[in-house]
């Protein structure tokens, strides 16, 4: 992805402000499909997401790159990626059937440990003592906030562990797409794989769509494309040490949905856990900008 290495002062601000707004989007996204696995499959909500989603992401690839944003020089990448979104957004939205809205989303704040885990295991990158520091104590944080060998451990807990492995690899795999292609190609290929990944896997799931429901269906294509247009403009307009962190608001979204719409109040080991792992996040992704700089 790209980013902004000379931002000024009403950049930041704006970059800060879509950064807010999109995370707030993809909590409501989640939100709703917390409410639509009640009655339908993981893999119908993601296909009927991603199609309702295609033609918006299709516009606004044209609309920001120009026709070039149409063009892949290498498909296969992103079909890979594809695979990884479905099944990152797969495992996400099984956990919502089975845990809180807020102690799901906190796990997967663990993504950017498994991203630097990644890279230094597997891409050679050189990582320092400080950063496995960070990686160590926000699994830490993991182990605290799923409490293994507790009463109160489920093990739905370890989907959005598992969520968050696969979307480290998602991010990663960034790297395979050809560094000509925008961020908007990138934005609509995902949307496009994602869509004929799950279009393949769905007849084995689907169950008739009831019509009130169809407004929900809509909502989450747009809640979800609205938020990963704003995070990628965000990403644009400011360094990534400025807007990354923001993500972690997605936190204080998703208890307050969570607890307006379920009742939903996580247990305190949840919150010291996700403070550990969002300290651990913050970290890590300081000292990447720091490395980089």
């Known amino acids: 992805m790209q980013t902004a290495t000379?931002?000024?002062?009403?950049?930041?601000?704006l970059g800060m402000l879509l950064m807010c707004a999109g995370v707030a989007c993809l909590s409501?996204?989640?939100?709703?499909?917390?409410?639509?696995?009640?009655?339908?499959?993981?893999?119908?909500?993601?296909?009927?997401?991603?199609?309702?989603?295609?033609?918006?992401?299709?516009?606004?690839?044209?609309?920001?790159?120009?026709?070039?944003?149409?063009?892949?020089?290498?498909?296969?990448?992103?079909?890979?990626?594809?695979?990884?979104?479905?099944?990152?957004?797969?495992?996400?939205?099984?956990?919502?059937?089975?845990?809180?809205?807020?102690?799901?989303?906190?796990?997967?704040?663990?993504?950017?440990?498994?991203?630097?885990?990644i890279s230094a295991l597997f891409l050679g990158e050189q990582v320092g003592w400080r950063r496995w520091l960070a990686v160590l104590a926000g699994f830490l944080g993991v182990l605290v906030a799923i409490r293994p060998g507790a009463e109160?451990?489920?093990?739905?807990?370890?989907?959005?562990v598992a969520t968050a492995a696969v979307y480290a690899l998602l991010m990663v795999s960034a790297r395979w797409v050809d560094r000509r292609e925008s961020v908007w190609t990138l934005l609509l290929y995902l949307t496009g794989a994602g869509t004929l990944v799950s279009a393949l896997a769905v007849p084995f799931f689907w169950v008739?769509?009831?019509?009130?429901?169809?407004?929900?269906?809509?909502?989450?294509?747009?809640?979800?494309?609205?938020?990963?247009?704003?995070?990628?403009?965000?990403?644009?307009?400011?360094p990534a040490v400025v807007v990354a962190p923001l993500d972690y608001t997605a936190l204080v979204w998703a208890t307050l949905l969570g607890w307006a719409l379920w009742r939903e109040m996580p247990a305190p080991a949840v919150f010291v856990g996700a403070a550990v792992i969002i300290a651990s996040g913050a970290f890590t992704i300081w000292r990447e900008h720091r490395a980089q700089g």
């Open 152 to 160: 109160a451990f489920r093990p739905a807990s370890l989907l959005p």
């Open 28 to 117: 409501t996204n989640d939100a709703i499909a917390k409410l639509l696995a009640a009655d339908y499959h993981p893999m119908q909500i993601l296909f009927l997401r991603n199609l309702f989603a295609l033609p918006a992401a299709l516009a606004i690839a044209v609309t920001m790159g120009g026709p070039g944003a149409l063009r892949s020089h290498r498909p296969a990448a992103h079909l890979l990626r594809g695979v990884l979104w479905i099944g990152a957004a797969f495992l996400f939205f099984s956990s919502l059937r089975l845990m809180p809205l807020a102690e799901a989303t906190a796990l997967v704040f663990v993504a950017p440990l498994f991203i630097t885990a």
């Open 208 to 238: 008739p769509l009831q019509a009130g429901d169809l407004w929900l269906c809509a909502a989450i294509s747009v809640f979800g494309t609205a938020g990963m247009t704003m995070i990628t403009q965000a990403f644009r307009l400011a």
């Open 6 to 13: 000379l931002a000024g002062p009403r950049d930041r601000t």
